[in-house]
């Protein structure tokens, strides 16, 4: 298990970027949004590429593609396929015999799958962009409003007295 202390310390690291807070809050909910893509298996890679291409904080783009976790993961599909399903309604649930599915061949398996939950794609992806979509917006501004909060508090605690000036020399 990771440390709170370590989880806050990168937290810090965060927020103290040298980047605007718009520009750090904009990383976040690019990582939002690859977090809620539905391209699993590819959410890392995504990272890398979206940090890469567009010249954002690595960091950022991380913690909010962290949104997508052991935790959050079924509830992010089932929300989102429940959106999509209510956007793009197909019909009833498909019917699988599993014993049938058993006794088939693994390419056969697949290509049964495939008849089964072509039509369920369009609502999938659609549920996922969406709710990415809206979950990137209020990431934004929570991250934002975040950063701005923070660097203004960190700011009055941490001021200095001002330095005296060196005495003169004779």
Not at 29 to 34: K, P
Not at 57 to 78: D, E
């Amino acid at each position: 298990m990771i440390p709170l202390a370590a989880v806050k310390e990168k937290l810090r690291q965060i927020l103290h970027l040298g980047d605007s807070p718009q520009r750090t809050a904009m990383a976040f909910a690019a990582g939002i949004l690859i977090a809620f893509s539905p391209t699993y298996g590819l959410h890392t890679a995504s990272v890398f590429l979206f940090a890469w291409v567009f010249r954002l904080n690595f960091l950022a783009v991380m913690a909010g593609n962290l949104v997508n976790n052991p935790w959050t993961f079924l509830p992010i599909i089932a929300g989102s396929m429940g959106v999509g399903l209510w956007l793009d309604p197909v019909g009833p649930q498909p019917q699988i015999d599993w014993a049938y599915f058993n006794s088939l061949m693994l390419w056969d398996q697949f290509r049964l799958l495939w008849t089964q939950f072509r039509p369920y794609l369009v609502p999938f992806v659609l549920g996922h962009v969406l709710l990415g979509a809206i979950a990137a917006a209020a990431g934004y501004v929570l991250m934002h409003q975040a950063i701005l909060k923070f660097r203004a508090h960190h700011a009055k605690t941490h001021q200095q007295a001002p330095v005296a000036p060196p005495p003169p020399s004779c």
